[in-house]
């Protein structure tokens, strides 16, 4: 379904509200092979050298809570969790549908608080990180590299080793392990390493979800800290 392009003014308010979201919002794609598989999910620690965009680590969350048809095409509901130190969790709920063989994003939920909201999907497209299709299998732009064992805090995995043409990123993947089958990554600005893995992944979205208003979002972030 197509949202109707916002009036000039109101699009000055989303963009600001956008800048706002891009500093804590999990990222909307992932690395690694696409393998939906209802109530499944994974938890990673996020190492980023990019200090930018937040802290240097965190933590992510990543489950499939639920199927939905969206214009005659399944879809799942992905929900990424983080931690905001002023929010507390900040939960993103997307819509994925394959398109060919690409997954696309056809519904955006964002609940920060205990407010949740759809976004119109134009706000995700204003996001830079939005506008880079997800790849569903990495290794379409990898070589392989044989196979290691691996093992983390979720446990110990023997894993097909990957690393991307540009020799940019290393990846170690299991079928063990969805819905992305990620247990370790490596790159120039971001390291990721499972800690656990999720079985039974219930939404965390279970309230009322309102349409988007700006000017509530806005309010929503001028709120002090929690205690």
């Known amino acids: ?14 963009a600001a509200a956008a800048t ?20 499944s999910g994974s938890v990673y620690e996020i190492d ?62 964002l609940k920060m608080g205990d407010k949740a909201m759809e976004m119109p999907m134009d706000f995700s497209k204003m996001s830079p990180q939005q506008q880079k299709p997800m790849n569903p299998d990495a290794r379409n732009d990898s070589v392989r590299v044989g196979t290691e064992t691996i093992t983390t805090p979720a446990g110990t995995f023997v894993c097909e080793h990957w690393r991307s043409k540009d020799q ?10 969805v819905p992305w089958r990620l247990v370790k990554m490596t790159g120039k600005e971001t390291d990721m390493l499972l800690i656990r893995v999720i079985h039974d992944a219930k939404t965390k979205i279970t309230g009322p979800v309102t349409r988007f208003d700006p000017g509530e979002m806005m309010r929503q972030q001028q709120k002090p800290p929690q205690p």
């Open 20 to 39: 706002t979201l891009g500093q804590f919002a999990p990222p909307p794609s992932m690395i690694g092979v696409w393998s939906p598989v209802i109530g």
């Open 1 to 14: 379904m197509r949202v109707r392009f916002l009036a000039a003014a109101a699009i000055v308010v989303l």
């Open 48 to 109: 980023s050298r990019e200090k930018k965009r937040g802290p240097a680590k965190m933590q992510m969350e990543i489950a499939l809570v639920g199927e939905e048809m969206f214009e005659g095409k399944k879809g799942y509901w992905m929900e990424h969790t983080t931690q905001d130190p002023t929010h507390g969790p900040v939960v993103s709920k997307v819509l994925m549908v394959m398109e060919g063989n690409t997954p696309g994003i056809k519904r955006l939920i």
């Open 168 to 177: 940019a990123t290393d990846m170690w993947l299991s079928e063990k392990v």
